[in-house]
């Protein structure tokens, strides 16, 4: 006869033998976890399917500009969706974009350019949004070799290459003006950040999740800026600049 048997952390155990006496044959431990699976999950960060459905359906999808729900729901067919900016994080960023009377925008890491189009839609008519398609830091560097940039935008948007926010950070904090804004996407990192054991997440997963733990603390830390961080789409990090 055959047994199997899942423990609580995933692995497959198969037994042979009778009641009386299971013997183990097999072991086969569970797959990693990678992106896909829990990236972008059904219960956002709450891990509640219904509590996160409930929001999404109560007023951030009745709120959703027309052109924008389209760019979603064509964007959400495609292979590497789960890029896509969480829906939820929309209103935040144009409602800070408008308190802020925002006019100059910035944007690195642009995808299919649902939070690029959620930026243009709050801006006034006078307003202008750069974007980054292309490597991102030379094209700072370059707009910083121009002293006019200095302190001349309003907003940033950050939802590029991980590993190189902390970069983008000291770049930003240049361009964008005393008493801006420069917002972080991925923060919490689908909840990891605060995993002890990352033992099943994939090499990506865990690297990304490494780059934002030390992201995190040194964000927290940082005097030049005031930082709220919110627990919705991903994981979304607000910083006025200080000084
Ligand atoms: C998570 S997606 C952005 C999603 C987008 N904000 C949205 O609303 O759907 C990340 C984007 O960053 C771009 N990217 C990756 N590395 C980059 C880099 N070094 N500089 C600029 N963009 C980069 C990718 O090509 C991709 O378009």
Redesign the pocket.
């Known amino acids: 006869m055959l047994s199997l048997k899942t423990t609580r952390r995933g692995t497959l155990r198969i037994y042979v033998g009778t009641k009386k006496s299971w013997k183990k044959t097999m072991e086969i431990p569970p797959a990693k976890l990678s992106v896909f699976d829990i990236g972008k999950a059904d219960a956002g960060l709450l891990q509640s399917k219904e509590l996160y459905q409930y929001i999404l359906e109560t007023n951030v999808y009745p709120n959703e500009a027309e052109v924008l729900k389209e760019l979603r729901e064509i964007?959400v067919t495609q292979p590497w969706s789960v890029?896509?900016?969480a829906a939820d994080e929309g209103p935040i960023m144009s409602l800070v974009l408008k308190i802020f009377n925002a006019k100059k925008t910035i944007?690195?890491?642009?995808?299919?350019?649902?939070?690029?189009?959620?930026t243009a839609l709050a801006l006034p008519e006078d307003g202008k949004v750069e974007f980054?398609?292309?490597?991102?830091?030379p094209?700072l560097d370059k707009l910083l070799e121009d002293p006019k940039n200095e302190g001349s935008f309003d907003y940033a948007?950050v939802?590029?290459?991980k590993g190189?926010y902390k970069n983008y950070h000291e770049r930003l904090l240049k361009l964008v003006r005393v008493g801006g804004m420069i917002l972080y996407?991925?923060t919490l990192w689908s909840g990891t950040v605060a995993w002890e054991d990352d033992s099943s997440l994939d090499e990506h997963m865990k690297s990304v999740k490494d780059v934002f733990v030390d992201l995190n603390k040194k964000l927290a830390s940082d005097s030049r800026i005031q930082i709220l961080q919110l627990p919705v789409g991903d994981g979304l990090t607000m910083c006025m600049r200080l000084h």
């Open positions: 964007t890029m896509l900016c944007e690195i890491g642009v995808y299919t350019g649902y939070s690029l189009l959620v980054i398609e292309s490597i991102a830091l094209v948007f939802d590029a290459d190189n996407d991925n």
